[in-house]
Every structure is written in structure tokens, then in C-alpha cells.
């Protein structure tokens, strides 16, 4: 079983930033995709972005030049720096590690952006 840990959510205004971290333990399978998804109030969760063992990483278009992701493979860390928020980035930010025959989830963590 993995547990994933989220944590780095908050409160930022319009063109701020925040950091989002992800800690993955237990049985984690070498070969595996971390990634952050978000939903807000009414719409489907969606895709941010996502990153490979090996750093190859998928965008999501609105989040393409604002966000960054990346890991650290030596402690099972996913992180999502995120510049230039706005309004509609507002969500909770779900982390996710993903194998080839596993999908598992983190608890969320919210994001708020005022305006």
C-alpha cells in the first residue's frame, strides 16, 4: 500500500505563488508517475501535471509557463511550484502516484486565490 501527504496549501493572492509538496511512503513501485490534479466546486477533476521517475514531465495547457513540477525521487517527493496564480487556479490539489497497476490518491489539499 502507498500513502501519499500533501501539504504546501493556503491562502495567495492573485500573482502570488505557492508550493505544493507531495510525500509518497510505503510499497512504492520504482517505475511510477507523480502528478498533482485539482477540482473545484462543480467541475470534474482535472489534469495539472504529472512527472515520470526518469523527469519526464505532461502539462496541463493552464498550467503551462505558470507551474513547474518536479521530484525528488531519494525521498518519494513530488512538488508543484505554482507563480503567477489566478482566480480559477482555486481548487483542491490532489496528489497522485500512478504504476502500472496502481493508482493512488492523496487526501487534497486546498488552494485559495483571492482577487
Known amino acids: 500500500q502507498v500513502q501519499l501527504v500533501e501539504s504546501g496549501g493556503g491562502l495567495a493572492q492573485a500573482g502570488g505563488s505557492l508550493r505544493l509538496s507531495c510525500q509518497a511512503s510505503g510499497s512504492i513501485f520504482s517505475a511510477n508517475v507523480m502528478g498533482w490534479y485539482r477540482q473545484a466546486p462543480g467541475k470534474e477533476r482535472e489534469l495539472v501535471a504529472t512527472?515520470?521517475?526518469?523527469?519526464?514531465?505532461i502539462d496541463a495547457t493552464s498550467a503551462r509557463g505558470r507551474f513547474t513540477i518536479s521530484r525528488d525521487n531519494a525521498k518519494n517527493t513530488v512538488y508543484l511550484q505554482m507563480n503567477s496564480l489566478k482566480p480559477e487556479d482555486a481548487a483542491v490539489y490532489y496528489c497522485?502516484?500512478?504504476?502500472?497497476?496502481?493508482?493512488?490518491w492523496g487526501q487534497g489539499t486546498q488552494v485559495t486565490v483571492s482577487s
Open positions: 497522485n502516484l500512478a504504476t502500472a497497476n496502481n493508482d493512488y
Open positions: 512527472i515520470t521517475t526518469f523527469g519526464g514531465t
